[in-house]
């Protein structure tokens, strides 16, 4: 599967943003798809996942209630809604797919798109 995500960019401490991601290849409806980010200095870290189906989806604690995660497997893209955002959500932010093992574990996932950079200012 190949990825392309899109969104990224500026916003200020309490505003919104939405990150979309393309998949290309095989299969898309028979994957989770998540994302994950990383922050300047910091080792990339979960954010959010979403099952094939979407009917399960799972978020780290530190953005639970402010994004969420949804998929169109008919469009095979998966967006990630960014609310209320807080500077520490300044990161690249990657979507990922083809995961084998704890999906919270980046090294469990196989496929990966280059990243899109937000930016939360105050």
């Known amino acids: 599967v190949q990825l392309q995500a899109s969104g990224g960019g500026l916003a200020q401490v309490g505003g919104s943003l939405g990150l979309s991601c393309a998949a290309s290849?095989?299969?898309?409806?028979?994957?989770?798809l998540g994302w994950f980010r990383r922050a300047p200095g910091k080792e990339r870290e979960f954010v959010a996942a979403i099952s094939w189906s979407g009917s399960q989806k799972y978020y780290a604690d530190s953005v639970r209630g402010r994004f969420t995660i949804s998929r169109d497997n008919t469009k095979n893209t998966t967006d990630l809604q960014m609310n209320s955002l807080k500077a520490e959500d300044t990161a690249v932010y990657y979507c990922?797919?083809?995961?084998?093992?704890?999906?919270?574990?980046?090294?469990?996932?196989?496929?990966w798109g280059r990243g899109t950079l937000v930016t939360v200012s105050s």
């Open positions: 990922a797919a083809d995961p084998a093992g704890t999906w919270y574990d980046p090294s469990n996932w196989n496929s």
């Open positions: 290849g095989r299969a898309f409806s028979s994957n989770g």
